[in-house]
């Protein structure tokens, strides 16, 4: 059995080992949906009325479609170069079962994507002038969110792997399921905001995230496996 | 822990088997069985299936009928089969920005292997790319990384071989290198599956030629 759970265990880490390693060293690509969000962020006092007032009452929402475009930003590449250059096959074929890898590879993009989005959030809501309560909420929502986000995102990816133009077909499959993730995460950074305990909302995404854990990596596999005979 | 102490011969076998390819059919009613220490090279025109077979027999995909057996079982849902054969495509999964090293060890650790440094060196060795441990896959030419991809034989320890045009971009001298490794691997009793049009210069060498399963008029489609 212990051999088995160290087995285990390499799969989903060699992946995520690989795909740090390599997102790290074309690093160019992925500050992408960063910079996205820190522009449309940025720009938007300059577009809409700067007072504190206004800004303050649209920044829960705004933080969050942000957030939330940014993420679809790079989604498109996730399994694309695994499946151009037969690296999925292997996955295929490698000794543990695929939702492990696919799960290290959901992983990775979260860490790089999901993490450092939530991490910058307080210093964009502050250029939103975020009312003070917000902050904490903002970003355990995001945490949590971003996470839920990629899982569903990845199956997105999955099922749109072999399109050649799949970008389009990606967010149509992937925008009605994030809906109720955006609304819960912006309703959550509200509640803050308006002094009401956010801790509803964190449950909810928190056990979105859970039942996304378990469900998501085995349809991901599942989608894989169909596309990757396309 | 029966199987460790009498371990059934290798004996891959493919018995009546149809495959097709959006509702064309490749080929009908394949019938092979290959012993212990065979080399099989699948035959065929451009189109014929050889890589849609490969797959297959990989389990990567379902084929439309027919049963596919290892050491007499069959291959569906099969978890021991899928640890006992190494899969190499016609596009070699080697990622630009990593190195050499790098790649090797990534692809061996997700068949659960973990060579050691001096494994890895030598397996560089048999492929010539021992002075290029630490250069990053995105510099190589074709072959090169063609040759990092066939370096993963020189690490597997698995008895059945399926390769995909394996000498694609390989030199003479390459060919010669992978054809003796062939030759060994069929001389410890293991199977190797490949696909080339060029010919073969072995003693175990048996040939498939699709181009005799083919359907007739009447069933081409499904």
Same mark, same amino acid.
Not at chain 1, 125 to 140: E, F, K, R, T, V
Not at chain 1, 206 to 217: C, T
Not at chain 2, 133 to 158: D, E, I, M, P
């Given at each position: 059995? &212990? ?30 949906? =960063? ?38 930003? &790079? ?11 037969? &690296? ?7 000794? $543990?079962? =695929? ?11 979260? =860490? ?84 009401? &305990?956010?801790?509803? $909302? ?29 | ?41 699948? !035959? ?40 006992? !054969? ?20 990534? !692809?061996?650790? !997700? ?112």
């Amino acid at each position: 059995m &212990s051999e088995q759970s160290t087995v285990t265990t390499s799969a989903w880490r060699t992946i995520v080992a690989r795909d740090l390693k390599l997102i790290w060293r074309q690093r160019t690509d992925v500050v992408n949906p =960063l910079v996205f969000y820190l522009i449309t962020i940025t720009l938007l006092p300059l577009g809409v009325d700067p007072s504190r007032q206004f800004l303050g009452s649209i920044a829960p929402g705004m933080l969050w479609i942000m957030a939330l475009l940014a993420t679809l930003l &790079s989604l498109d590449t996730l399994f694309r170069s695994d499946y151009e250059d037969g &690296s999925l096959i292997q996955f295929q074929l490698s000794a $543990e079962p =695929l939702f492990l890898t696919v799960l290290g590879k959901v992983t990775a993009y979260w =860490l790089t994507t999901g993490l450092p989005l939530s991490l910058i959030s307080p210093v964009l809501a502050s250029m939103l002038a975020l009312p003070d309560g917000g902050y904490i909420a903002l970003m355990l929502s995001l945490l949590l969110g971003t996470a839920i986000m990629s899982l569903i995102g990845a199956l997105g990816a999955a099922l749109t792997v072999c399109l050649r133009a799949g970008g389009l077909v990606l967010t149509l499959i992937v925008m009605p399921l994030y809906l109720p993730v955006l609304i819960i995460g912006a309703n959550c950074v509200g509640s803050a905001v308006a002094g009401f &305990s956010f801790l509803r $909302e964190l449950a909810l995404l928190g056990a979105g995230l859970a039942i996304a854990l378990i469900v998501m990596p085995a349809a991901i596999a599942g989608a894989l496996k169909i596309s990757a005979n396309q | 822990m029966s199987q460790w102490e009498e371990p059934a011969p290798n004996e891959l076998s493919i018995s009546n088997l149809t495959c097709t390819r959006e509702d064309r059919v490749l080929f009908t009613q394949l019938e092979y069985t290959c012993c212990a220490g065979a080399v099989l090279q699948v !035959l065929g025109f451009n189109g014929a299936g050889k890589t849609t077979l490969l797959h297959t027999l990989a389990g990567l995909m379902p084929p439309a009928s027919g049963v596919i057996r290892w050491r007499g079982e069959s291959i569906a849902g099969n978890r021991s089969y899928t640890r006992s !054969l190494f899969y190499l495509g016609h596009q070699a999964p080697v990622k630009p920005a990593l190195t050499v090293a790098e790649n090797i060890q990534w !692809l061996a650790r !997700l068949r659960g292997q973990s060579p050691s440094a001096e494994e890895l060196c030598s397996a560089l060795e048999q492929v010539d790319l021992e002075a290029y441990q630490n250069t990053s896959c995105g510099h190589l030419s074709a072959g090169q990384k063609r040759r990092v991809a066939l370096a993963q034989l020189y690490l597997s320890a698995a008895p059945l071989w399926i390769l995909d045009e394996p000498f694609t971009a390989i030199d003479k001298e390459g060919v010669g290198r992978l054809q003796q490794l062939l030759a060994t691997h069929a001389s410890h009793g293991g199977i190797s599956v490949l696909t080339s049009h060029q010919p073969l210069r072995l003693e175990n060498l048996h040939t498939l030629d699709l181009a005799a399963f083919q359907p007739d008029e009447a069933c081409a489609y499904v």
